[in-house]
């Protein structure tokens, strides 16, 4: 077999829920990310296997004596796909933008940034408040992502209904609840690549139907398999189903909007209802480990001793005796529909909580809707996932506990001063071993609030049939579609 990756051809990834926004700075749920992530491209870029940051739109940078300036050189004869030669101004411009969307987006990732300013054309200055330890890292997400200076003449609504930037593929048409597709870009940066024609994401919300098109090679991918499926899509000829390590923690999220979930006697009952041992095997069928921290194995400054809530039965009705429903009450779990993972998870805590006198609805919605309300924070509680999109814990942390940090705490409203505090210090400490020390302590104290119940770290599984080629999925969640191929 040739080594030469094939050139041509359209991958078609199926998945159970569709996009909800390009917009880069105001974006939470992956199924946008991932395609945005093929058009819109960072400054630095995380290594494949996630623990390292590499240049991209970059070459380098050089950093001040007092670690609050930094030089950062850009990468020559780059062009977005208008034809337009990047610039300092256009990194400017972006990297503004998204620090501007910090009351309800992402620009929270960029609050150590005093100012940017234009050196030259192909130079710029960030100049930082305080010391920033993970700012190179902040400036490989995808909401820092680099876009034409001022929408390239357009407003922000009409730049994101179809958003150019440098990346490998080209914005060609969203079909609402039914498919995006992109087209390569022939004038990319990187020579040679893509080698694919285009790329399509279609949305199928049934597993099991999406099973049977990768089997009958209907779709080249489906990104979302169940784990009751993995063993009879190993066995099929023409397909590959493989698991990927990832930073990936699911969790139930409350809802503190909602009583009785503002009351941590109720959380912590329901996270010590759960046997996670017992949802790993019968949820992920052994491919997974339960979860006892805010932060994931793989993930800097984890701690496996943060003393998150274990499976304890008497404990947990202990905590109903002390808490505001002593007596039981009635609540949903919002699932989205068409997943067996959600379903299993669902019935498992539907049995678990009844025992502690919860009685427990489940809630289906399709999952794009599902989607929708979870960023809504309209649910009792919710099955979700997170998945770093940077290598170093201040992604998340931020995004969970801070309530300025862009998502009301992951949805969730939850607020304790003293673990923002822990938060911010973190964030501005240099020296790794003090770092592991707030972090430590951050967890411990995330973990007594029971703020969400951890379920369990997994890793990411995909499907492809055997005419896919280079496709890798990073611990961080993002795959590079310039390096797919597809054979005939």
């Known amino acids: 077999m040739s080594s030469t990756p094939a050139k041509g051809g359209n991958l078609v990834i199926a998945?159970?829920?569709?996009?909800?926004?390009?917009?880069?700075?105001?974006?939470?749920?992956?199924?946008?990310?991932?395609?945005?992530e093929q058009i819109m491209e960072p400054l630095f870029h995380a290594s494949p296997d996630g623990t390292k940051l590499e240049p991209w739109l970059a070459t380098g940078y050089t950093t001040s004596a007092d670690k609050k300036t930094y030089i950062i050189n850009l990468r020559k004869g780059v062009k977005f796909s208008n034809g337009k030669t990047l610039t300092a101004a256009d990194v400017k411009f972006s990297i503004d933008q998204n620090t501007a969307s910090s009351a309800a987006g992402w620009g929270f990732i960029n609050t150590a940034i005093q100012n940017i300013s234009v050196v030259n054309t192909e130079t710029v200055r960030i100049q930082l408040k305080y010391p920033w330890?993970?700012?190179?890292?902040?400036?490989?997400?995808?909401?820092?992502?680099?876009?034409?200076?001022?929408?390239?003449?357009?407003t922000k609504a009409q730049f994101y209904s179809a958003p150019i930037g440098t990346g490998p593929f080209i914005w060609?048409?969203?079909k609402k609840g039914q498919a995006v597709m992109l087209t390569a870009n022939k004038d990319y940066w990187q020579p040679g690549k893509p080698y694919l024609n285009s790329v399509e994401w279609t949305v199928v919300p049934d597993a099991n139907t999406r099973k049977l098109q990768?089997?009958?090679?209907q779709i080249d991918i489906d990104d979302t398999p169940d784990w009751s499926s993995l063993a009879s899509l190993k066995s099929t000829p023409g397909v590959v189903a493989t698991t990927f390590p990832s930073t990936e923690i699911d969790y139930i999220a409350f809802n503190q909007k909602r009583a009785p979930f503002s009351d941590p006697h109720i959380r912590m009952a329901i996270s010590e209802a759960i046997d996670r041992n017992a949802m790993v095997q019968a949820v992920l069928f052994g491919n997974g480990t339960p979860?006892?921290?805010?932060?994931?194995?793989?993930?800097?400054?984890?701690?496996?001793?943060a003393?998150?809530?274990?499976?304890?039965?008497?404990?947990?009705?202990?905590?109903?005796?002390?808490?505001?429903?002593?007596?039981?009450?009635?609540?949903?779990?919002?699932?989205?529909?068409?997943?067996a993972n959600q379903a299993a998870i669902a019935q498992i805590m539907q049995s678990e909580l009844k025992a502690i006198g919860i009685t427990m609805n489940i809630q289906q919605l399709d999952p794009t809707a599902n989607k929708q309300a979870r960023l809504n924070s309209d649910f009792d509680m919710s099955i979700n996932l997170w998945t770093m999109d940077i290598p170093d814990p201040d992604e998340w942390t931020s995004f969970a506990v801070d309530p300025n940090g862009g998502s009301h705490s992951a949805f969730t409203y939850y607020r304790n001063p003293a673990v923002v505090a822990l938060n911010k210090e973190a964030e501005v400490e240099t020296n790794p071993t003090k770092r592991q020390q707030l972090y430590s302590e951050l967890q411990v104290q995330t973990s007594k609030d029971a703020f969400l119940a951890y379920l369990y770290y997994s890793p990411y599984v995909y499907a492809t049939t055997t005419k896919v080629?280079?496709?890798?999925?990073?611990?961080?969640?993002?795959y590079l579609l310039q390096d797919v191929s597809k054979t005939n």
């Open 15 to 36: 998945r159970s829920a569709d996009i909800i926004s390009m917009d880069k700075t105001m974006t939470f749920d992956n199924n946008s990310l991932r395609v945005m």
């Open 133 to 154: 330890a993970p700012l190179i890292a902040d400036l490989s997400l995808f909401a820092n992502g680099i876009i034409p200076d001022n929408y390239g003449g357009e």
């Open 172 to 174: 060609d048409y969203w």
């Open 214 to 217: 990768v089997q009958g090679g």
């Open 291 to 305: 979860a006892y921290s805010l932060l994931m194995p793989g993930v800097p400054y984890f701690d496996s001793n």
């Open 307 to 339: 003393g998150g809530a274990t499976y304890n039965v008497a404990a947990a009705k202990k905590e109903m005796a002390e808490s505001s429903k002593p007596n039981g009450f009635t609540t949903s779990l919002l699932i989205a529909s068409g997943s």
């Open 469 to 478: 080629q280079g496709f890798h999925v990073t611990p961080l969640g993002n």
